[in-house]
Each structure stands twice: as structure tokens, then as C-alpha cells.
């Protein structure tokens, strides 16, 4: 290890261990790892997701004995910055996929090549980096059970442990800097809804790898038990994916071939975002065309409408306890994130994305693919392939999916001393003082959506 010092920029790669581009570095002599903290990718986020992302800087930052250095500035400027300091002429990390990034690593290799310093991208935050699952005619997939059968005929490879690194170390801020930097770009729809962030989730590499012994545990009921929110049945990996405290190649590696249903869900994450990779304007834009856009309301009421749904005030338990799971944890069952998701657009008419928008500044697993790829697929206009007239009673889920009402009043205290199915339904003020009348009625609501669809296929 007698080389030239290197640079590990770290991204959503927060961790040691499965990591091709710090292996990369340590190979070569001493590592200097470095976290920037670049505010045009920090101020669309909610400070809660920047709460956790951190964290779990801060927890890298101890596992590497103090030595990552926090910077804050443009990517470009800072490795610039640091190269000269410590005498690099290479910088090394993990390749991101989605399109700011890309877009960020172009203009960063850039300019540093001009200045003599390579920006050499290794590995993805996938088990597959999106681009690489492809049909025979070298076209991307467009469904997803065909996605799958060629993801899963590819070999994504076996964890690696972590590297013996000679970490160096420098002058840097504390990743408490990350958080001022956050929230700026926030949308007046937001109106008064509130921005502290929920009680911390455990965050870095060891909570990562504690969360995910704990799954494999619990891995072989995870097909029975992951649709009901009250139930322990998820693995809670999501927000550490995101960050990359653990690489997703580890999570298959241990929990192998035990459940076909917990690899199918990993397999989607790879899949949207190979979908967003084909399509960056996918972000914002329908994936699949309605015809003429679909109406959605954007007046007054429709403003009023969205905040009752943000807060957890609608009228109908399971939407609310979605949502106000996601105001006090950051997080929400996946069950549930379609039922509220189908709710804003199909019982409320709103847009799709103003939801989406909720949910990215709300949620410590916030993920662009997986993100507005969820909302496209509730929205119809996404990856599903009969999706419009699906549209989720959240009564019904409720009864279906809570049957004892442990999830709902857990988040309600206002239904928690009504039993099932009492807690299930819409109840006004009277029955359970403080808890909010319907705020619209489902059946006439349905039918208005199913309508909207229809006039913007032009069959009306
Ligand atoms: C409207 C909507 C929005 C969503 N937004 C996000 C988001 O911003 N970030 C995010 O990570 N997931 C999102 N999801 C997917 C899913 O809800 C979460 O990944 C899941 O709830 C996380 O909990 P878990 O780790 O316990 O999941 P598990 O059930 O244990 O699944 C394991 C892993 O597979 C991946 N995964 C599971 N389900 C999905 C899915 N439907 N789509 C893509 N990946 C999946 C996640 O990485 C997850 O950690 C969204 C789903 C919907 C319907």
C-alpha cells in the first residue's frame, strides 16, 4: 500500500463491506473518504430523508474511526480541493443510475480531467446496474414479470467482505451540515403541513446488517405475512438500501432463495429503476399515455383536500394511519402506501405527483424509481398493465389486510377504544370525538375517476 492516495467519494454507497469502488481504492494505497454535501440535490429533499441520510453519514464516519471527511460545495470544487491536499490523482465511486446523478458525474469527470484527476465509476447500488437486464434485440423491458425471468437468469454475484483500508483524514464539517441544506425547494401546496423530521430510524452499516439478521429469521413468512402492516413481516431494508449502508447483492446473498416473493420485491426496485434509466422524464411525466392528460382538480378545495390526506384527517382509517405512520416514523407499509396512494388520485382527483411529492420529502427510504414508479403504477399510467380500474377501497383493505384494527388504532388514537370492524369504517365526529367525517363519498368518487379516465381515452 505504498501508492498515491486515492479518494473514495461516497454517495448512496454509505458503508465498507460489498463495495467493488472502495475495494478499488484500498488496492492502490491510502484511501481518503469523502461525503459532499451538495445543496442542488439536497434542497428537494424533506429533512426527514436528509435527517436519515446524516445519520448515517455520521455512522460511517464512526465506523471509519472519525476519518470521513464532510464537505460542502460543489462535487467538482471540493474533490479538486481535496486531490490537491492529499496529493490524489484518482478519484473512485460507486456509479449512480438515476439522472441527477448521471448527469452530475458527467459535468464532475469533466472538469476534474481537465485539472489531471480521473473519476473512474464502479459498480451501481444494484444487484443488476439498470442497463444491464436486457431482451434478446438489446431493448429494455417494459413489464415486469419478463423483467424478471432475465434479472433473475443473471448472476449478480456474492457479498464482499470489507477491505483493509489505510484511511487518511482531513479538515471537514459535521454531517449535521446536511440537514441546513435541505428543504429549500419546497412547494406551495405544501401549505402549513409540518417539516420537523419524525423520531430517528436506526441508521448505518451495523443497524443495516442487524435489520437484515433479523429478516432472514423471519424471511420464510414473509409471503404470508408482508401485506398486513400490524405484523413485523417486512424486512425494513428500505431506507438503508437507499443510503447504501447495504448493498442488495448482501441482502440476496443471505437471504438466498428462502423466499421467492421477498426476491420478487427486490427485483422491482432494480426494475423501476432501469425503467427511470430508459426514461429519465419518467420522473415527472406519465410512463404510459392516457390519451389527453387526465383531468385532475388544482383549485382551492382540491389544496384543502390534499392537506386532510397529508395529515391523516380523511375520514377513512387506513388512509389515515398511513399517513400519519408517515408523519411520526418516516416510513410506511407498503400495503398501505398503494392504498393512499389510490386514494389521492382516484378518490381525491388530484395529481399524482403532488403525492409523489409528499411522500419523497416524507420518507427516509424517499427513492426516485421506486418512488414515482409506485405512484405511476396506482396512477395508471405506469408499468402495470391494466391499471386504471383498479381502484382500492380503503374500507374493504382494511377489513381485509388490519381485520383486528391493530394497525389503525395504533396510528388513531382518536379510533383506538373502538374495536373491529367499528375502527375499520368511516365514523363521524360523534362516534369518536375528534376524528373527521369522510371528507368524499367512495362510491360517487369511483365512478367520477373511472369517467375521467374514460374522457381522456376520448371514449366520452
Ligand atoms: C406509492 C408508492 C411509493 C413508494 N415509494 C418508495 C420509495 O420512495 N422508496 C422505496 O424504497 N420504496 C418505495 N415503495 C416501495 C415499497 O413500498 C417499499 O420499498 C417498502 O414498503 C419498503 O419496506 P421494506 O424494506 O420492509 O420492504 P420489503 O417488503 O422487505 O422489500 C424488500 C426491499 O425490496 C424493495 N421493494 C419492496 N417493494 C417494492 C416496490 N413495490 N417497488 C420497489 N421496490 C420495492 C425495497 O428496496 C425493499 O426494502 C413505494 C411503493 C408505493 C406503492
Not at 55 to 81: F, H, K, T
Not at 347 to 364: C, E, K, M, P, S
Not at 371 to 396: C, E, I, L, S
Not at 433 to 460: F, M, Q, S, T
Amino acid at each position: 500500500m505504498n501508492g498515491a492516495a486515492t479518494i473514495l467519494w461516497f454517495r448512496r454507497d454509505l458503508r465498507t463491506s460489498d463495495h467493488p469502488a472502495l475495494e478499488s481504492a484500498a488496492a492502490a494505497g491510502p484511501v481518503l473518504g469523502a461525503f459532499i454535501a451538495d445543496e442542488s440535490l439536497l434542497s428537494p429533499a424533506g429533512p426527514t430523508r436528509v435527517a436519515h441520510l446524516a445519520a448515517s453519514v455520521r455512522a460511517l464516519d464512526a465506523s471509519i474511526d472519525g476519518r470521513l471527511v464532510v464537505r460542502v460545495g460543489r462535487p467538482e470544487d471540493v474533490l479538486g480541493g481535496l486531490a490537491g491536499e492529499v496529493g490524489a490523482r484518482r478519484v473512485v465511486a460507486t456509479a449512480d443510475f438515476g439522472p441527477a446523478g448521471r448527469a452530475r458525474d458527467e459535468r464532475v469527470a469533466g472538469e476534474l480531467r481537465a485539472r489531471g484527476i480521473d473519476l473512474e465509476l464502479l459498480d451501481s447500488a444494484y444487484a443488476l446496474a439498470p442497463g444491464t437486464v436486457r431482451t434478446a434485440a438489446g431493448q429494455p423491458y417494459r413489464v415486469f414479470s419478463s423483467y424478471r425471468r432475465a434479472w433473475s437468469a443473471l448472476d449478480p454475484g456474492r457479498a464482499r467482505p470489507a477491505p483493509p483500508v489505510a484511511w487518511l483524514g482531513a479538515r471537514g464539517e459535521d454531517p449535521a451540515v446536511l440537514c441546513g441544506l435541505s428543504g429549500r425547494s419546497r412547494p406551495d401546496y405544501f401549505a402549513d403541513l409540518p417539516d420537523e423530521p419524525p423520531a430517528p430510524s436506526p441508521a448505518g452499516e451495523a443497524a443495516a446488517h442487524a435489520a437484515l439478521e433479523a429478516f432472514v429469521e423471519r424471511a420464510a413468512r414473509y409471503g404470508a405475512t408482508r401485506d398486513y402492516p400490524a405484523q413485523e413481516g417486512t424486512s425494513r431494508l428500505s431506507a438503508h438500501l437507499k443510503v447504501g449502508a447495504i448493498h442488495p447483492r448482501t441482502v440476496l446473498d443471505a437471504v438466498g432463495g428462502a423466499d421467492g416473493a421477498f426476491v420478487a420485491e427486490v427485483a422491482w426496485r432494480e426494475f423501476y429503476a432501469d425503467v427511470l434509466f430508459d426514461d429519465p422524464a419518467s420522473a415527472r411525466a406519465p410512463w404510459r399515455g392516457t390519451g389527453r392528460p387526465l383531468r385532475v382538480d388544482r383549485d382551492g378545495r382540491a389544496r384543502e383536500r390534499f392537506v386532510a390526506w397529508a395529515r391523516g384527517r380523511t375520514g377513512y382509517p387506513l388512509v389515515d394511519a398511513g399517513m400519519r405512520q408517515l408523519l411520526a416514523e418516516g416510513w410506511m407499509h407498503n400495503r398501505v402506501r398503494m392504498v393512499c396512494a389510490s386514494f389521492l388520485v382516484k378518490h381525491l382527483h388530484l395529481d399524482w405527483r403532488w403525492g409523489a411529492r409528499w411522500f419523497l420529502w416524507r420518507l427516509i427510504d424517499g427513492d426516485l424509481a421506486s418512488n414515482q414508479h409506485g405512484w405511476q403504477w396506482v396512477a395508471g399510467t405506469g408499468t402495470d398493465a391494466a391499471p386504471f380500474f383498479r381502484v382500492f377501497n380503503p374500507v374493504r383493505q382494511a377489513e381485509r389486510f388490519d381485520p383486528e384494527g391493530r394497525y389503525v388504532r395504533r396510528y388513531v388514537p382518536e379510533l383506538a377504544h373502538l374495536e373491529a370492524p367499528e375502527c375499520l369504517r368511516p365514523v363521524g365526529g360523534l362516534l369518536a370525538p375528534g376524528y373527521p367525517a369522510p371528507i368524499v363519498e367512495l362510491e360517487a368518487e369511483r365512478r367520477e375517476a373511472l369517467a375521467r379516465h374514460a374522457e381522456a381515452r376520448g371514449n366520452r
